[in-house]
T-cell receptor, first 109, second 114 residues
Framework: GQNIDQPTEMTATEGAIVQINCTYQ??????LFWYQQHAGEAPTFLSY??LDGLEEKGRFSSFLSRSKGYSYLLLKELQMKDSASYLC??????????WGAGTKLIIKP | ETGVTQTPRHLVMGMTNKKSLKCEQH?????MYWYKQSAKKPLELMFV???????ENNSVPSRFSPECPNSSHLFLHLHTLQPEDSALYLC?????????????FGPGTRLLVL
């Protein structure tokens, strides 16, 4: 079956770096998405990877290894506003998104 | 209005009520989606409309009935719901083109069924 695994919760310190991992198993693969969701708000798009490697976008970077079925989201210079849930989703051969349950990131001063 | 809007933002209903959720997208997209989000669970895809045609159902109970009158509007009609249907209902839209189809979400409707 199709499956996405990511940690339920992580804690990090303001100003530090945190890496949120995601492993996926899908029928076919058309890319890996990361979304950020603050409590009570809509998920917002952060990044998309379809080729192996690292994509950098400001303080956020996303990495993909297709052979390992693995991705991570790297957040640098953490700010209190980065406290949110981070959702990993893989697109299968039918262009349907398979979602993880999300990683709740808690930032401490 | 920009992006994807949803109304109402909050809804409390009894199990015998009938209500409708509304979604509108102002992005010129051709695909719209209904998702159910329950605490600590992955987003569950309920319905997909592509060019106003329903393409996915995902075995959703018949007490949920979607309607897509045009590519900008999507409704979810609710009747005789159960308490376990209490959740956040999210609408999303995308430009379906067989490649990177980034979905953009509305703020959701928080539904409580008593």
């Amino acid at each position: 079956g199709q499956n996405i695994d990511q940690p339920t919760e992580m804690t990090a310190t303001e100003g530090a770096i945190v890496q949120i991992n995601c492993t996926y198993q899908t029928s076919g693969f058309n890319g890996l998405f990361w979304y950020q969701q603050h409590a009570g708000e809509a998920p917002t798009f952060l990044s998309y990877n379809v080729l192996d490697g690292l994509e950098e976008k400001g303080r956020f970077s996303s990495f993909l290894s297709r052979s390992k079925g693995y991705s991570y989201l790297l957040l640098k210079e953490l700010q209190m506003k980065d406290s949110a849930s981070y959702l990993c989703a893989a697109m299968d051969s039918n262009y349907q998104l398979i979602w993880g349950a999300g990683t709740k990131l808690i930032i401490k001063p | 209005e920009t992006g994807v809007t949803q109304t109402p933002r909050h809804l409390v209903m009894g199990m015998t009520n009938k209500k409708s959720l509304k979604c509108e997208q102002h992005l010129g997209h051709n695909a719209m989606y209904w998702y159910k989000q329950s605490a600590k669970k992955p987003l569950e895809l309920m319905f997909v409309y592509n060019f106003k045609e329903q393409t996915e159902n995902n075995s959703v109970p018949s007490r949920f009935s979607p309607e897509c009158p045009n590519s900008s509007h999507l409704f979810l009609h609710l009747h005789t719901l159960q308490p376990e249907d209490s959740a956040l209902y999210l609408c999303a839209s995308s430009q379906a083109r067989g490649g990177q189809e980034t979905q953009y979400f509305g703020p959701g409707t928080r539904l409580l069924v008593l």
